[in-house]
């Protein structure tokens, strides 16, 4: 059992002002933590809806805003991958010391960052839960024109908002920060290389109409990951950003089920210890 103590909520430094709904938040008292990664120019707001259930669901819940996210495209041009992790991995860091456990879920790019926290920690991650992952790209524009089109534009229009539920908005750039998004696939490249290191319990939940991930995402996934329990749920009818869509329940829901049950398991395996 670990000691427990009040926790400093992990904040992006930023000099910009926040987007209205797009804070971090920390919240829950529960023994069992959940550390929630947003995606690409996205922010919190896409991932509270997930937290707010998980924490009344008895978990403690971290969800940090990643540096240049939630204030300008501008900003977030000035960030690089690294820092995006750094800041989720401190979150984690921190529900370490308050939690018995510390289970993992991020959105499309925050995908890409948990896998990369389930490599570099191991067991002391106990459990992931992704939607629509995002870990690679077939399209040849990534590695063909952004290496070059980065210093002529520095940004293009917007992928935020994939969304098919009615007169739902992600509070997302409208522009895409293309020198950010270089870095996006350089830590694509990076977690592909050690995507065999994620042993941890895993499940994926994946749009069939997603506009934003390639399908060679997940595809890399199940053909890398060694996970000795790996389940993929599909979603019917929601696009990219399923945590504000017609599955979100479905998400929140089978998600919590899937961390309790684990929490249950290994609870249950160290009283037999």
């Not at 997302?172 to 050690?194: C, E, F, K, P």
Request: aromatic letters at 10%.
């Amino acid at each position: 059992m670990v000691r427990r103590r009040p926790v400093e909520l992990v904040e992006a430094p930023t000099t910009a002002t926040v987007m209205p709904e797009a804070e971090p938040y920390y919240g829950g008292s529960g023994p069992d933590g959940v550390l929630l990664c947003h995606g690409f120019s996205g922010s919190p707001q896409s991932m509270r809806p997930w937290a707010d259930h998980l924490q009344a669901d008895g978990f403690r819940v971290a969800l940090p805003r990643l540096p240049g996210h939630g204030t300008t495209w501008q900003e977030l041009n000035q960030t690089r991958w690294e820092d995006w992790y750094l800041c989720v991995d401190r979150a984690f860091a921190d529900l370490r010391t308050e939690c018995d456990r510390v289970f993992v879920a991020g959105l499309s790019m925050g995908g890409g960052l948990a896998l990369r926290i389930a490599e570099q920690h191991g067991n002391a991650v106990a459990g992931l839960a992704l939607v629509n992952p995002s870990v690679a790209s077939a399209d040849p524009r990534y590695w063909l024109l952004l290496p070059w089109l980065r210093h002529v534009w520095p940004s293009l229009a917007g992928i935020g908002s994939d969304i098919a539920l009615p007169d739902v908005l992600e509070t997302a750039y409208d522009r895409s920060a293309l020198h950010a998004g270089y870095s996006v696939t350089r830590m694509w490249a990076d977690v592909q290389q050690h995507l065999d290191r994620v042993t941890q319990p895993l499940l994926v939940f994946k749009s069939v109409r997603d506009k934003v991930v390639d399908p060679l995402s997940l595809k890399l996934i199940e053909e890398r990951v060694r996970s000795t329990e790996f389940s993929v749920v599909r979603l019917e009818r929601s696009y990219h950003v399923a945590t504000l869509d017609y599955d979100a329940e479905l998400i929140f829901t089978t998600s919590s089920a899937f961390f309790r049950r684990l929490a249950g398991e290994e609870r249950e395996r160290v009283s037999r210890a």
